[in-house]
Antibody
Framework: QVQLQESGPGLVKPSQTLSLTCTVS??????????WSWIRQPAGKGLEWIGH???????NYNPSLKSRVTISGDTSKNQFSLKLSSVTAADTAVYYC??????????????WGQGTLVTVSS | DIQMTQSPSSLSSSVGDRVTITCRAS??????LNWYQQKPGKAPKLLIY???SLQSGVPSRFSGSGSGTDFTLTISSLQPEDFATYYC?????????FGQGTKVEI
């Protein structure tokens, strides 16, 4: 059974870069059937898709964050990572990684990591 | 971006009740619609994909329907463990977007 686990600093200073890693166990990120996504959720608010990466290395980002986001993968470690630059308090949120399944033209997120809270504060 | 609007934003219900949550897309999304359940402090869990397909392991009291712009999630007989927040998500075009959530309370 595939499991995902986020890791990284829980506190980031304004204007700095947020860096998180998602470690995948029980399955390979090299599998061609899946994309690997990052999603965030500010406290008490809804879910926002940040972007995803495919094993080929191709990425797709939410235009609202595109100028600040980089998602990369490391097949040797079975991990994928998120970097979000120039953070502000508005980037404070729980960050989730998730496997994204594609079936035809439909995509869905399952499973998800447990999430990690990142607070942007000086 | 495709906007997803859920209604109601919250509802109060009792164990055994039939509950229906609606999700409306700002444009037609065929059946590229998924539903998730989220409990406090936990990650969302996939319930329904492709509008009406039940994810493996999800109780059959959950069902989904709809196509185009209007979709529903139905819980046929609400159980104590179903009190949670429910989100719809479209995958017709990126950026994937979610509804604002519907909180089901006792």
């Amino acid at each position: 059974q595939v499991q995902l686990q986020e890791s990284g600093p829980g506190l980031v200073k304004p204007s700095q870069t947020l860096s998180l890693t998602c470690t995948v166990s029980g399955g390979s990120i090299s599998s061609g059937s899946y994309y690997w996504s990052w999603i965030r959720q500010p406290a008490g608010k809804g879910l926002e898709w940040i972007g995803h990466i495919y094993i080929s290395g191709s990425t797709n980002y939410n235009p609202s964050l595109k100028s600040r986001v980089t998602i990369s993968g490391d097949t040797s470690k079975n991990q994928f990572s998120l970097k979000l630059s120039s953070v502000t308090a508005a980037d404070t949120a729980v960050y989730y990684c998730a496997r994204e399944t594609r079936d035809g033209y439909n995509f869905w997120f399952d499973p998800w990591g447990q999430g990690t809270l990142v607070t942007v504060s000086s | 971006d495709i906007q997803m609007t859920q209604s109601p934003s919250s509802l109060s219900s009792s164990v055994g009740d039939r509950v229906t949550i609606t999700c409306r897309a700002s444009q037609s999304i065929s059946t590229y619609l998924n539903w998730y359940q989220q409990k406090p402090g936990k990650a969302p869990k996939l319930l329904i994909y492709a509008a009406s397909s039940l994810q493996s392991g999800v109780p059959s009291r959950f069902s989904g329907s709809g196509s185009g712009t209007d979709f529903t999630l139905t819980i046929s007989s609400l159980q104590p463990e179903d009190f949670a927040t429910y989100y719809c998500q479209q995958s017709y075009s990126t950026p994937w977007t979610f509804g604002q959530g519907t909180k089901v309370e006792i």
